[in-house]
């Protein structure tokens, strides 16, 4: 399987973005999906992650309330809506799946490719 990760962008800070994590190849769909950041100079940093079927979520503490994950199986895709945006959520965004639901990058075993997220002040 192959992740596709885009929606990044420019937005001012209280703006919202999505992100989509779109998988193809051959799909499972028995795979957790995880969504993490990195700041520059920084280990990847946990979000969030949703179990294959869509049915839970687990988030870092600091992330709830703002970033919310959902998963549409039907389209092979997995979605991190940010709401409220901060200048010091600019990271680059990346997606993950892995067997089981961790918040341990080491435990998932592929990756999208990462997209930018910038927060003006």
């Known amino acids: 399987v192959q992740l596709q990760a885009s929606g990044g962008g420019l937005v001012q800070a209280g703006g919202s973005l999505r992100l989509s994590c779109t998988a193809s190849?051959?799909?499972?769909?028995?795979?957790?999906v995880g969504w993490f950041r990195q700041f520059p100079g920084k280990e990847r940093s946990f979000i969030g992650v949703?179990?294959?079927?869509?049915?839970?979520?687990y988030y870092e503490d600091s992330m709830k309330g703002r970033f919310t994950i959902s998963r549409d199986s039907a389209r092979n895709t997995v979605y991190l809506q940010m709401n409220s945006l901060k200048p010091e959520d600019t990271a680059v965004y990346y997606c993950?799946?892995?067997?089981?639901?961790?918040?341990?990058?080491?435990?998932?075993?592929?990756w999208g490719q990462g997209t930018q997220v910038t927060v003006s002040s």
């Open positions: 993950a799946a892995g067997a089981v639901p961790t918040n341990v990058a080491y435990d998932y075993d592929v």
């Open positions: 190849g051959r799909t499972s769909k028995d795979y957790a």
């Open positions: 949703v179990t294959w079927n869509g049915a839970n979520t």
